[in-house]
């Protein structure tokens, strides 16, 4: 069975970190372009980061320098490490996979999509 499971939200204080975790199963996350995405209420889903096959990564504007993407081939688990998380960044986080070879950090070229895990971060 093809499935995401993403963990880890919750809510912290401006300031704080969180890691977010993806696991696979029914495929190898190293084969596919990887990303994560995010949605506030009232929003359109936003790309946050995305982890190409062969390492390369994209990181929107607005997490530069606070988000790292990464991956563990052997857990086959894809992390996303939050820090100096901002009041701005309260969504819902999802994980998705994409079979594009350019992979942009673009949703309408990834699916797969996990059930998403909340982030809330305070003021």
């Known amino acids: 069975q093809v499935q995401l499971v993403e963990s880890g939200g919750g809510s912290v204080q401006a300031g704080g970190s969180l890691r977010l975790s993806c696991v696979a199963s029914?495929?190898?996350?190293?084969?596919?372009?990887m990303g994560w995405f995010r949605q506030a209420p009232g929003k359109e889903r936003e790309g946050v980061a995305r982890?190409?096959?062969?390492?390369?990564?994209i990181y929107a504007d607005s997490v530069k320098g606070r988000f790292t993407i990464s991956r563990d081939n052997a857990k086959n688990t894809l992390y996303l490490q939050m820090n100096s998380l901002k009041p701005d960044d309260t969504a819902m986080y999802y994980c998705?996979?994409?079979?594009?070879?350019?992979?942009?950090?673009?949703?309408?070229?990834?699916?797969?999509w996990g059930q998403g895990t909340q982030v809330t971060v305070s003021s």
């Open positions: 998705a996979r994409s079979s594009s070879t350019s992979c942009p950090l673009s949703s309408g070229l990834f699916a797969g």
């Open positions: 029914g495929y190898t996350v190293n084969n596919y372009c």
């Open positions: 982890l190409g096959r062969y390492g390369t990564t």
